[in-house]
């Protein structure tokens, strides 16, 4: 019985991870969805990949940083999210869903951005 459980959590955890982007909605453009099934993933925080600027957020993402979010993408991540964009996270970790292109457009190629509540 503990075993059939254990591989049933194991099964679900991802779609429950996963599950809370495909709900939320970025404030400012509420009209997309933040997620569309593998545009999402914690953003990991390595020297030159997140700071707080005045207006925001600034996230520079190389190409391969920015594929361990979203396969699909081709071109790297250099967006400044403003402020009213940004949304707390579920689990306390920064969170970001990416386009795989259109860097250029008003969003900056970034669908949504998620921050640790405390911040």
């Known amino acids: 019985m503990i ?6 959590l194991l099964m679900t955890a991802p ?4 599950e809370w982007y495909s709900e939320k909605r970025d404030p400012v453009y509420s009209n997309q969805s933040c997620c569309g099934g593998e545009d999402c993933a914690q953003l990991v925080l390595t020297p030159g990949v997140l700071a707080a600027e005045e207006r925001g957020y600034r996230i520079r993402l190389t190409l391969q940083q920015a594929r361990r979010i979203n396969p699909n993408a081709i071109a790297p991540i250099d967006a400044l999210v403003p402020w009213s964009r940004v949304q707390p996270s579920m689990d306390g970790n920064y969170h ?24």
Do not use: K, W
């Open 96 to 119: 970001i869903c990416i386009m795989p292109s259109l860097r250029n457009d008003a969003r900056q190629g970034v669908y949504c951005f998620f921050e640790p509540p405390s911040t």
């Open 3 to 8: 075993r059939a459980l254990t591989i049933l």
């Open 15 to 18: 779609a429950l991870a996963h």
